[in-house]
């Protein structure tokens, strides 16, 4: 499978813990996204990778939220001191590049369910 | 005000209806214009793609885009029941990293 990988999918933690996310963007693909998913809502951006160079963060993005992307390639996405309102799907995406009239397609990963008690 | 509105529906329709599926947006510098479909409990799927105006087919999908409107259209032709998921709009501008802005999403339920 050349799609875009995400591991866990689901994950229960407590609240107070700390939870880490990884990502395998499709090979070649040079971007990198994340997003957060609500239930009831589109996804919303949290902060995009070229190659290994995180390039831009949201505002939804805490203090408590950390992203890598060592060597440009796989990514992780950690939480910590996981809060009751970080519960969502976070969401994974890439792209070959962007600019022009094409390549810009982000293609999403399965999504990690974070439910946090 | 979102950036970008859509109806989240439902919206139900039996077997081989034709679907309408509509976005609006208020960000006059957006120029990429994409529908994601989503089932439940899964990562969102492209569906179509469009860079600008003008209109795109491909298969049983139709996407439009009228930017002097700021609005864009997905039509589902010959609906079957194995389209019934949330539809989602997303669209992103021409300049640095061009995040994606989504739309709430439209569920559509297709009866046989």
């Known amino acids: 499978d050349t799609g875009v990988s995400q591991d866990p999918r689901h994950k229960i933690t407590k609240r107070g813990q700390n939870v880490t996310f990884r990502c395998d963007p499709i090979?070649?693909?040079?971007?990198l996204y994340w997003y957060r998913q609500t239930l009831g809502q589109g996804p919303e951006f949290l902060t995009y990778?070229?190659?290994?160079?995180?390039?831009?963060k949201s505002r939804l993005l805490s203090d408590r939220f950390s992203a890598e992307r060592p060597k440009g390639s796989f990514s992780t996405l950690e939480i910590q001191r996981t809060e009751q309102g970080d519960s969502a799907m976070y969401l994974c995406?890439?792209?070959?590049?962007?600019?022009?009239?094409?390549?810009?397609?982000?293609?999403f990963g399965p999504g990690t369910r974070l439910t946090v008690l | 005000q979102k950036e970008v509105e859509q109806d989240p529906g439902p919206l139900s329709v039996p077997e081989g209806a034709i679907v309408s599926l509509n976005c609006t947006y208020s960000?006059?510098?957006?120029?990429?214009f994409m529908w994601y479909r989503q089932y439940s409990r899964k990562g969102p799927e492209l569906l179509m793609y469009?860079?600008?105006?003008g209109n795109k087919e491909d298969g049983r999908f139709t996407a439009q885009v009228d930017k002097s409107s700021k609005y864009i259209s997905l039509f589902i032709r010959d609906s079957q029941p194995s389209d019934s998921a949330t539809y989602l709009c997303?669209?992103?501008?021409?300049?640095?990293?061009?995040?994606?802005?989504f739309g709430t999403g439209t569920r559509l339920l297709v009866s046989p």
């Open positions: 960000n006059s510098a957006f120029q990429y």
């Open positions: 995406a890439s792209s070959p590049r962007g600019g022009g009239t094409g390549g810009n397609e982000q293609f």
């Open positions: 469009t860079y600008s105006s």
């Open positions: 990778f070229q190659n290994e160079a995180q390039l831009e």
């Open positions: 090979s070649e693909h040079n971007r």
């Open positions: 997303a669209m992103s501008d021409d300049t640095g990293f061009q995040k994606l802005v």
